[in-house]
T-cell receptor, first 113, second 114 residues
Framework: GNSVTQMEGPVTLSEEAFLTINCTYT??????LFWYVQYPGEGLQLLLK?????DKGSNKGFEATYRKETTSFHLEKGSVQVSDSAVYFC????????????FGTGTRLTIIP | DTAVSQTPKYLVTQMGNDKSIKCEQN?????MYWYKQDSKKFLKIMFS???????INETVPNRFSPKSPDKAHLNLHINSLELGDSAVYFC?????????????FGEGSRLTVL
């Protein structure tokens, strides 16, 4: 079955530091890959996505590249801000039209000024 | 003008009680979901409905019964609540013919069973 493995948290960084949150996956076929973000007290929001190999998703300074050869979709940001503090979820779906998302366990990110 | 709204936001109740959580979306989506998020933030799908028809039913105790009166609403009824049911329950919706995998989530309903 499908599965997503994320790096364990929590992750604490200083403002303007470089961020990487690792994500690898196991899936049948050609999945679409996603990063969702959950800010404190809120529901999840889609941050970025990539639907085929070598695609790069980007939004709000975050980027992730779909690497089929390493089955990875690592999230990166060059300079984090306090407002980026949240829980980040890597996810995949391999069923177009039946969008059952499989989520990773989430990584809590805290940015300190 | 919330896109996916859930009520109540907080629910505290005793073991053995029956409770319901309601969800409504005004996005015109045709698929709705219930997810359970435990204390470690692990997120697991419970149910999915497409045009009022159940399409995903994960391994969930039959004390949990979803109901979709129309494609804009998906309610969750829980009988005989247990301590382990304490969690945050998220409703979500999507458009199956639209962007693959993009779900819109509500703010969650935090259920505490005492």
């Amino acid at each position: 079955g499908n599965s997503v493995t994320q790096m364990e948290g929590p992750v604490t960084l200083s403002e303007e530091a470089f961020l990487t949150i690792n994500c690898t996956y196991t899936a049948t076929g050609y999945p679409s890959l996603f990063w969702y973000v959950q800010y404190p007290g809120e529901g999840l929001q889609l941050l970025l996505k990539a639907t085929k190999a070598d695609d790069k998703g980007s939004n709000k300074g975050f980027e992730a590249t779909y690497r089929k050869e390493t089955t990875s979709f690592h999230l990166e940001k060059g300079s984090v801000q306090v407002s980026d503090s949240a829980v980040y979820f890597c996810a995949l779906t391999s069923n177009f039209g039946n969008e059952k998302l499989t989520f990773g366990t989430g990584t809590r990110l805290t940015i300190i000024p | 003008d919330t896109a996916v709204s859930q009520t109540p936001k907080y629910l505290v109740t005793q073991m053995g009680n029956d409770k319901s959580i309601k969800c409504e979306q005004n996005l015109g989506h045709d698929t709705m979901y219930w997810y359970k998020q435990d204390s470690k933030k692990f997120l697991k799908i419970m149910f999915s409905y497409n045009n009022k028809e159940l399409i995903i039913n994960e391994t969930v105790p039959n004390r949990f019964s979803p109901k979709s009166p129309d494609k804009a609403h998906l309610n969750l009824h829980i009988n005989s609540l247990e301590l382990g049911d304490s969690a945050v329950y998220f409703c979500a919706s999507s458009l199956t013919s639209g962007k693959n995998g993009e779900l819109f989530f509500g703010e969650g309903s935090r259920l505490t069973v005492l």
